[in-house]
């Protein structure tokens, strides 16, 4: 029955790890995004897809690569994580324009020790 | 580069009244408007899109206005109720590709 969801919900883990974040939906989106919110509840951009094409790439660090195996699916990898990444990630997704407005997961609360 | 105002930062109100948020964009170049609502520890929830060409969207208690010339939104609630206490979040969109950009957010709370 969800529209967007998230795995892990929580992720608590050690400076220097590399860790992972799974999205899918299944409202048969064409495009995905990941957005990051910070300490302050500041969303950010971070990446977007477009049937499996990387469409938006905002300054991230290239410690972070999103992969999108197929149109439904859009997962984030992070290398040698840092204190800094440390926030909620959330994944959405949107059809094509003009209907695009965007369905947000319930995110990701990551926690870089 | 887009950014987004939104003022007041934080709005307490009895329940009841009607209020006005308001989301203010440097670049007028967008596509859409998005009103999205948040509440603590949880994602976030469309609320209404306005398109370009639109002036004006309603959804039940809420309507939302776009002045894309003077690059402003607002969003009305009427008949506030302790339920609408979430954080509203605008987001015009510049490109059809969907890129976002979001403000700081308005908290509410209203009190019963």
């Known amino acids: 029955d969800t529209a967007v969801s998230q795995t892990p919900k929580y992720l608590v883990t050690q400076m220097g790890n590399d860790k992972s974040i799974k999205c899918e939906q299944n409202l048969g989106h064409d495009t995905m995004y990941w957005y990051k919110q910070d300490s302050k509840k500041f969303l950010k951009i971070m990446f977007s897809y477009n049937n499996k094409e990387l469409i938006i790439n905002e300054t991230v660090p290239n410690r972070f690569s999103p992969k999108s195996p197929d149109k439904a699916h859009l997962n984030l990898h992070i290398n040698s994580l840092e204190l800094g990444d440390s926030a909620v990630y959330f994944c959405?997704?949107?059809?094509?324009?003009?209907?695009?407005?965007?369905?947000f997961g319930p995110g990701t609360r990551l926690t870089v020790l | 580069k887009q950014e987004v105002t939104q003022i007041p930062a934080a709005l307490s109100v009895p329940e009841g009244e009607n209020l006005v948020l308001n989301c203010s964009f440097t670049?007028?170049?967008?596509?859409?408007l998005q009103w999205f609502r948040q509440d603590p520890g949880k994602g976030l929830t469309s609320l209404l899109l306005i398109q370009s060409s639109q002036r004006e969207q309603t959804s039940g208690r809420l309507n939302a206005s776009l002045d894309k010339s003077s690059g402003r939104s607002t969003l009305y609630i009427a008949a506030s109720q302790p339920g609408d206490s979430a954080t509203y979040l605008c987001?015009?969109?510049?490109?059809?590709?969907?890129?976002?950009?979001f403000g700081d957010g308005t908290t509410l709370t209203v009190k019963p």
């Open positions: 987001a015009p969109s510049r490109a059809n590709a969907g890129k976002s950009t």
């Open positions: 670049d007028s170049a967008i596509y859409n």
């Open positions: 959405a997704s949107s059809q094509d324009p003009p209907l695009n407005t965007q369905y």
